[in-house]
């Protein structure tokens, strides 16, 4: 499986934004679909947004659209998620994810490889 690493996450304060990365290891990165989740304190782990494999088809989830871009090179096998007008209820830790298929999907036991998280704080 494809090991993924996040990174980019820290302390902001609201209205302002953040750029999440995620590398993986492997050179077949852009053999997978990407998505991100966050996970706050107490709750569920959330889909985010979630990115094809050529990069060109975003799918995103209400909360964050408008406010997130989800992006990646697969030259550098990485994803990025650029976060902006954050809000105090965008606090959590992130994740990215890959799967296979072809349609998006919100579901976590969908996806096969997880990083480790990357915490982000929002303060209002």
């Known amino acids: 499986q494809v090991q993924l690493v996040e990174s980019g996450g820290g302390l902001v304060q609201a209205g302002d934004s953040l750029r999440l990365s995620c590398a993986a290891s492997?050179?077949?990165?852009?053999?997978?679909?990407m998505g991100w989740f966050r996970q706050a304190p107490g709750k569920e782990r959330q889909f985010v947004a979630e990115i094809n494999r050529s990069g060109n088809i975003p799918y995103y989830a209400d909360s964050v659209k408008g406010r997130f871009t989800i992006s990646r090179d697969n030259t550098k096998n990485t994803v990025y998620l650029q976060m902006n007008s954050l809000k105090s209820e965008d606090t959590a830790v992130y994740y990215c994810?890959?799967?296979?298929?072809?349609?998006?999907?919100?579901?976590?036991?969908?996806?096969?490889?997880w990083g480790q998280g990357t915490q982000v704080t929002v303060s209002s």
């Open positions: 994810a890959a799967r296979g298929g072809v349609r998006p999907s919100e579901n976590i036991y969908d996806y096969l490889s």
């Open positions: 492997e050179r077949t990165f852009s053999t997978y679909r």
